[in-house]
């Protein structure tokens, strides 16, 4: 009978959200049919090589700042939980920046000015540092939020049965982190993957910089933005479902 | 068990415990009565060492509740089960056992499985506490208070989170554990469990030691906030 009903839930399920894709799908082929020019996404296939190019600069800049942005983030978190006030009072005012900044001003900003006054012309590094610094605020709430979840009862507990100070992180604390911080960790990663797009800025070749150079060169500009969304969804998609995935199963 | 109480105090924000002075020898299983806010489970985290009273000290068989020696002979449980929501209920139990008791993987399995299945857990060793009922996590929290080997074993409110049923159940399973020989300190609002099992009664009132005796004094007691508690518990 309970197997009966979640097996018809899944098959409606199905059904439903088939037919939410063939509405938006619907609705992006009306939208191109009502355009006036021609449509084609041929003239793409000679930069097949340019946006591939981007496709793995894209990733590669990501992981580069998914990793910066965990180490660092991590940092902010301790100096936020120090005792020294000044790290504290430190770690707030940089946050409040950070959040009233559009990612686009903070990647010139790195790039243009803050990087010559360290005598660095490196565009590139310095706008992935810029990603690693506009998103380390928010990997610092992430860990805030997963290291506050476990409960001052367990470490009563752990104080109870005689744990050393290595094994509680060892063994009962770090385990339950991990568990809780990957859900956000991987919607941090979509911000990311999106917030690399803006690099294009310093001409560095992600994804969004090789689609606009081969516009710059077919004219064809909306299949270029449309080939781009697409490129972005295949990415971003797989894994925002591996989220809800690793959501259910390691859930406490 | 011998149980000395010399003058604590206990401050949070306010002063919960005043200057508790208590002296008790020869009883095994003591109940700890009284509304929320008495400082009934404030007094059982010192008894337990677990908290450390603002001043004074407590003596348990002979050994200060914040030696090492003490705490090795202790087992807790808390009200909400507590266990560590990432391991198994066996995996609670046997870490405890190989990290912090030097007992070997295989040792640890055997005393686990020994302790579940006391009470009666045999069949949900290998699942997470979220994906058992309350009252299994309960006892499965008990076991793992037992695993240690304690010579006491403190229960703060172990049914507070737990319905009608569940209570009877995880009750049920503490009065099986009577022919351990282990000593019992627990806090309780289910006045019938403390006339089965405890042999002796502190009724906690605003802080203090209100009212004490044999469970006995439940039926006759003599002042009358104890009897307004009986009326009002009833």
Do not use: C
């Not at chain 1, 097996?7 to 009502?34: D, E, H, M, P, Q």
């Not at chain 2, 399995?109 to 009252?135: C, F, M, R, Y």
Request: proline fraction near 3%.
């Amino acid at each position: 009978m309970v197997l009966n009903s979640t097996s018809t839930n899944k098959f409606n399920n199905v059904i439903w959200y088939s037919l939410a894709i063939l509405t938006v799908l619907g609705f992006v082929i009306f939208v191109v049919l009502r355009q006036t020019t021609d449509f084609s996404f041929i003239v793409y296939k000679d930069y097949s090589s340019l946006i591939q190019t981007g496709i793995i600069n894209t990733i590669l800049i990501s992981v580069i700042s998914l990793l910066g942005s965990m180490i660092l983030g991590f940092v902010f978190y301790l100096l936020s939980k120090s005792k020294i006030k000044y790290f504290n009072a430190l770690i707030d005012v940089f946050t409040e920046i950070i959040y009233g900044t559009p990612l686009l001003v903070l990647i010139i900003v790195m790039a243009f000015l803050i990087g010559p006054a360290f005598n660095t012309y490196e565009r590139n590094v310095m706008g992935t540092i810029a990603l690693i610094i506009y998103m380390s605020p928010y990997m610092k709430n992430v860990y805030k939020s997963a290291f506050s979840s476990i409960s001052e009862e367990q470490y009563m507990a752990m104080d109870l049965f005689g744990f050393t100070p290595f094994q509680r992180y060892r063994y009962i604390i770090i385990p339950q982190v991990i568990r809780i911080l990957m859900p956000p960790m991987m919607n941090n990663f979509s911000l990311i993957i999106k917030g690399s797009a803006l690099l294009n800025v310093l001409s560095y070749t992600e994804l969004f910089y090789a689609i606009r150079l081969a516009q710059s060169k077919t004219f064809a500009f909306v299949e270029g933005y449309i080939l781009m969304w697409m490129l972005y969804l295949i990415i971003t998609i797989p894994l925002s479902q591996l989220t809800k995935l690793v959501e259910r199963k390691w859930s406490l | 068990m011998k149980l000395n109480i010399n003058n604590i105090s206990h401050s949070y924000d306010v002063e919960v415990l005043h200057d508790l002075k208590f002296n008790l020898e020869g009883y095994k299983s003591i109940a700890i009565i009284g509304v929320s806010g008495s400082g009934k489970s404030t007094l059982i985290r010192l008894m337990s060492g677990m908290e450390k009273p603002t001043f004074g000290n407590i003596d348990i068989n002979e050994m200060n509740v914040s030696s090492e020696e003490y705490r090795k002979k202790i087992g807790f449980v808390f009200q909400n089960h507590n266990l560590f929501p990432h391991l198994s209920l066996k995996r609670n139990i046997t870490l405890i056992l190989e990290k912090t008791r030097n007992k070997t993987k295989e040792e640890a399995e055997t005393i686990a499985l020994s302790k579940l299945k006391l009470l009666h857990l045999s069949d949900q060793v290998n699942k997470l506490p979220k994906n058992v009922s309350g009252g299994q996590a309960q006892r499965a929290s008990i076991a793992r208070a037992l695993s240690v080997d304690p010579d006491i074993i403190f229960l703060d409110e172990p049914t507070a989170s737990l319905d009608p049923i569940l209570t009877h159940e995880v009750l049920t399973a503490v009065e099986e554990l009577k022919g351990l020989g282990k000593e019992f300190i627990f806090v309780t609002h289910v006045l019938s469990f403390v006339r089965d099992f405890a042999d002796y009664v502190i009724y906690m009132h605003e802080g203090r030691i209100h009212e004490y005796g044999l469970p006995s004094i439940l039926d006759s007691p003599k002042t009358k906030e104890l009897k307004e508690f009986m009326r009002k518990v009833r």
